[in-house]
């Protein structure tokens, strides 16, 4: 029976060498939310990896659910030119709109997908602990999913609330976790690591691009047209009353699901603060992506090369955090 645990109320260029050390194990690595801006988590990993820094628990919630399973069951580069290939027409591809149920999105599609590359995998197959952050849409009760089937697992850390459908899971209404947890410090303490490190992706909301004149620009909104890669051909395919309702907008106002995804962005940043300040991580990473909206799924590359930039950054103070919280094992010649 599944296991579901956990009721809790300008550097541009990687230039270091890696580390020569052997350090205990121990390191957390908490994965945020924060849709498209989640691919900035995988530049961070490239980092940590080419560094020998690796992870022995991840948790995520969101997105960051997604990346941290695929980093850990070997897939991340799959994930990573996954994601550099996506443009506008294949992002509606993977969108089946729904007009009378619990969401707008089925996620059949994309369930597919999932299921695709991790087949009947569960997280106790494994290296490390692995643990996806969602919340029950009945209790509002953080709920740490670390045993049973990872695509179940990761689905229901991503269940957007009117986006994506909940899921239902030992016998408990699961949606997305950034809505009691964005950046999962505190589970990765409780799960034994001695050095924590936490790639924050809302930490930049008010570093947004503002044209003048337009007040809406930071709203992020999801214009399905707007882009040269959508053939006139196509669009009949996804046009309908319910999607441009939904997802289109005139140049003075938002759309509707820019609206959503900003409110979301705002309460994560707040929700965030709250609880960074009650368990601080070791490492805040903040990649600074305010300027890319949380739906610009066809920015991966971009995303990925500022998740890197913030890693680099970041390095001397986590290797300067390693030498006190993990010192060179005795194995070490050095030691």
């Known amino acids: ?43 961070v990993l490239n980092v940590l990896d080419r560094h ?38 294949r992002i509606l591809s993977y969108l089946d709109f729904h007009s009378r149920s ?6 059949k599609r994309l369930r597919r997908v999932l299921d695709a590359n991790f087949k009947d995998m569960l997280i106790e197959d494994l290296p490390h602990p692995f643990i996806a952050i969602a919340a029950d849409l009945s209790t509002g ?3 740490w999913l670390r045993k049973g089937n990872i695509v179940e697992a990761i689905t229901a850390s991503y269940a957007l609330p009117g986006v994506f459908p909940p899921v239902d899971r030992n016998h408990r209404i699961l949606v997305d976790g950034a809505l009691v947890n964005p ?11 001695r050095m924590t490190i936490a790639v924050d992706l809302n930490a930049d909301i008010i570093g947004k691009a503002v044209k003048p004149g337009n007040r809406f620009q930071t709203v992020a909104g999801f214009d399905l047209f707007d882009e040269n890669d959508v053939p006139m051909s196509a669009r009949k395919r996804f046009t ?44 805040h990473i903040k990649p600074k992506i305010g300027d890319i909206g949380m739906l610009e799924f066809e920015k991966a590359e971009e995303l990925i090369a500022r998740g890197e ?26 030691a």
């Open 1 to 43: 029976m599944t296991d579901i645990e956990g009721d809790k109320e300008d550097i541009n260029r990687d230039n270091t060498e890696p580390p020569k050390t052997t350090h205990a194990s121990g390191i957390g690595l908490a994965l945020g939310g924060g849709v498209a801006r989640g691919f900035a988590h995988i530049g």
């Open 52 to 89: 020998g820094i690796k992870p022995s628990i991840i948790t995520g919630t969101s997105i960051g659910a997604i990346v941290g399973a695929c980093y850990l069951a070997g897939k991340l580069r799959t994930f990573e030119d996954w994601a550099c290939s996506l443009n506008r027409m």
């Open 102 to 107: 619990a969401s707008m999105i089925g996620g």
């Open 141 to 143: 009760h953080e709920v």
């Open 183 to 193: 950046v999962p410090v505190a589970p990765a303490q409780a799960m034994g690591a």
């Open 240 to 283: 309908s009353a319910l999607t441009e309702k939904i997802f289109g907008r005139q140049s003075n106002s938002p759309s509707l699901f820019g609206v959503m995804v900003s409110a979301l962005n705002i309460v994560q940043d707040r929700i965030t603060r709250s609880r960074l300040a009650g368990d601080p991580p070791d490492i």
């Open 309 to 334: 930039e913030a890693a680099v950054r970041a390095l001397p103070k986590i290797k300067d955090a390693m030498q006190v919280l993990l010192p060179p094992t005795p194995n070490d010649p050095k």
